[in-house]
């Protein structure tokens, strides 16, 4: 029997209401992602991108339609269903950090593996490999407020992996940051795709793009474009460094 795809949609619809008037942001986007694929998400501002990411993680209630994860209908979860399946399955990035404020940089990246039932050796290791990888193991017991906004997207982003889950959500995550940052945060989106990490990023940038296995493109809330990225193409991977080089 084959695996349950990560993320399955059937026709979700997302309105909301402004006054009596009725906004559609999210008009039957059909999905299905397997297990291991990166797909990025791309389309002009309002477009319904974010909205769709958060669907998928139970931050946003779906007006109508199924969602699944991991082959179990998610849509129709209770708040506390859903904090749980986001505690052990899903990460999530976002363009503006999230951190805990009086929190250790640390205790950011340790926390959620704690909550998905780590021990605080296995959480520990998994901390200092993260932010190892992202440059920051000497910020580890720093606050999140002394660091740079660059510094604090890559601790959101080693957050969102330490509980490893089976489905990474990305909204935006190079959206303010320079250069080298975005180049350290798109090195470990690779390094972790390549060992099998399931990605939907949502993106304005070509560049983070081109790590993508595939580019879904959305228009008014619709599906118009769902193509895979030759490998030719993408952002080489023959090394986490190489990801430098990405084609814009």
Same mark, same amino acid.
């Given at each position: 029997?084959?695996?349950?795809?990560?993320?399955?949609?059937?026709?979700?619809?997302?309105?909301?209401?402004?006054?009596?008037?009725?906004v559609?942001?999210?008009?039957?986007?059909?999905?299905?992602?397997?297990?291991?694929?990166?797909?990025?998400?791309?389309?002009p501002?309002?477009?319904?991108?974010?909205t769709?990411?958060?669907?998928?993680?139970?931050?946003?209630q779906r007006?109508?339609?199924?969602?699944?994860?991991?082959?179990?209908?998610?849509?129709t979860?209770?708040?506390?269903k859903?904090?749980?399946?986001r505690?052990?399955?899903?990460?999530f990035?976002?363009?503006?950090?999230n951190?805990?404020?009086?929190?250790?940089?640390?205790?950011?990246?340790?926390?959620?593996? @704690?909550l998905? /039932?780590?021990?605080? &050796?296995e !959480?520990?290791? *998994?901390?200092?490999?993260?932010?190892?990888? $992202?440059? =920051? #193991?000497?910020?580890?017991?720093?606050?999140?407020?002394? @660091?740079?906004? /660059?510094?604090?997207? &890559?601790? !959101?982003?080693? *957050?969102?992996?330490?509980?490893?889950?089976? $489905?990474? =959500? #990305?909204?935006e995550?190079?959206?303010?940051?320079?250069?080298r940052?975005?180049?350290?945060v798109? &090195?470990?989106?690779?390094?972790?795709?390549?060992?099998?990490?399931?990605?939907?990023?949502?993106?304005?940038?070509?560049?983070?793009?081109?790590?993508?296995?595939?580019?879904?493109?959305?228009?008014d809330?619709?599906?118009?474009?769902?193509?895979?990225?030759?490998?030719?193409?993408?952002?080489?991977?023959?090394?986490?460094?190489?990801?430098?080089?990405?084609?814009?």
């Open positions: 029997m084959s695996e349950d795809p990560v993320v399955k949609t059937v026709n979700p619809v997302k309105i909301y209401q402004n006054g009596d008037v009725p559609p942001a999210v008009r039957g986007v059909d999905l299905q992602v397997e297990a291991g694929e990166f797909v990025a998400v791309m389309g501002s309002g477009s319904g991108k974010s769709l990411v958060h669907m998928l993680g139970g931050l946003d007006t109508s339609g199924e969602i699944w994860i991991s082959g179990k209908r998610a849509d979860l209770s708040e506390s859903w904090a749980l399946l505690r052990r399955g899903v990460g990035v976002f363009q503006f950090f951190l805990i404020g009086n929190m250790t940089v640390a205790d950011n990246v340790e926390l959620p593996a @704690l998905a /039932g780590a021990s605080p &050796r !959480a520990r290791q *998994r901390r200092e490999f993260l932010l190892g990888e $992202l440059g =920051l #193991a000497a910020r580890a017991d720093d606050p999140p407020a002394r @660091l740079a906004g /660059g510094e604090q997207q &890559r601790v !959101a982003l080693a *957050r969102a992996l330490a509980h490893e889950p089976s $489905l990474l =959500l #990305a909204d995550p190079t959206g303010n940051l320079d250069t940052n975005t180049r350290d798109l &090195r470990l989106l690779s390094q972790v795709h390549k060992k099998g990490q399931t990605i939907i990023m949502v993106t304005h940038d070509h560049r983070a793009a081109s790590c993508a296995d595939r580019v879904i493109s959305l228009l809330g619709q599906i118009v474009d769902d193509a895979p990225i030759p490998a030719a193409r993408r952002g080489p991977r023959r090394n986490a460094g190489d990801v430098i080089e990405l084609r814009g």
